[in-house]
Nanobody, 123 residues
């Protein structure tokens, strides 16, 4: 069982930066065995996977954020981060931390989700 709690959302002007954090509580296994990802969903739009990081630290990004966002994980601290730079109004959404595993690839359904943190970017 994995519990995820996000923090760090807020309001920022276009071109600004925010850093999201996710704290994971893992009752069994080890945090490092899970794929971790950030998703986002804006009102009226489908949920989008922004980025994921696998058990070995390999990262993958959506085209919409590539070059602007950086996902990272700290396994000893059971945390996940998303550094967001050059923010655009279209980045405004609820951002969710998610975990998949333990073991396996990072593509597919994620079985653990946080409650979300709101990011609003004004023009």
């Amino acid at each position: 069982q994995v519990q995820l709690v996000e923090s760090g959302g807020g309001s920022v002007q276009a071109g600004g930066s925010l850093r999201l954090s996710c704290a994971a509580s893992v009752s069994r296994d080890n945090y490092m065995w899970y794929c971790m990802a950030w998703f986002r969903q804006a009102p009226g739009k489908e949920r989008e996977k922004v980025a994921h990081i696998d058990q070995g630290g390999i990262t993958t990004y959506s085209d919409s954020v590539k070059g602007r966002f950086t996902i990272s994980r700290d396994n000893p601290k059971n945390t996940l981060s998303l550094e967001m730079n050059s923010l655009k109004p279209e980045d405004s959404a609820m951002y969710y931390c998610a975990a998949r595993g333990p073991y396996g690839v990072c593509r597919g359904d994620y079985n653990y989700w946080g409650q979300g943190t709101q990011v609003t970017v004004s023009s």
